[in-house]
Nanobody, 117 residues
Framework: QVQLVESGGGLVQPGGSLRLSCQVS????????MDWHRQTPGRQRELIGY???????IYGPSMKDRFTISKDNNDDILYLQVDNLGPEDTGVYSC???????????WGQGTQVTVSS
């Protein structure tokens, strides 16, 4: 019904940047909300930020300084720009969508980000 594919992860040096993409497709009438989350070793899953149909991007605590979320409405893609990466940013970055009048939640499989010299 809903398919999510994250891409753009990989190996990056400390101080570098990455731009991740979440592509959504499937049989649905409206996307109510799209999120970026991350899971780093030894921590709980963190909300990076999310996008609604209208209004500004909402960021999680301490996320706005190095994380920028934007949306391509025509292609149904949610982007995540991550700047000044450090080893602590290593982890799996995942996309989430809410559809069907806020009743259905789907997760992508995630994309791995590794920060190392």
């Amino acid at each position: 019904q809903v398919q999510l594919v994250e891409s753009g992860g990989g190996l990056v040096q400390p101080g570098g940047s990455l731009r991740l993409s979440c592509q959504v497709s499937g049989d649905f009438s409206e996307i109510n909300r799209m999120d970026w989350h991350r899971q780093t070793p030894g921590r709980q899953r963190e909300l990076i930020g999310y996008s609604l149909s209208a209004g500004p991007i909402i960021y999680g605590p301490s996320m706005k300084d190095r994380f920028t979320i934007s949306k391509d409405n025509n292609d149904d893609i949610l982007y995540l720009q991550v700047d000044n990466l450090g080893p602590e940013d290593t982890g799996v970055y995942s996309c989430k969508v809410v559809t069907e009048q806020w009743t259905r939640v789907d997760w992508g499989q995630g994309t791995q980000v590794t920060v190392s010299s």
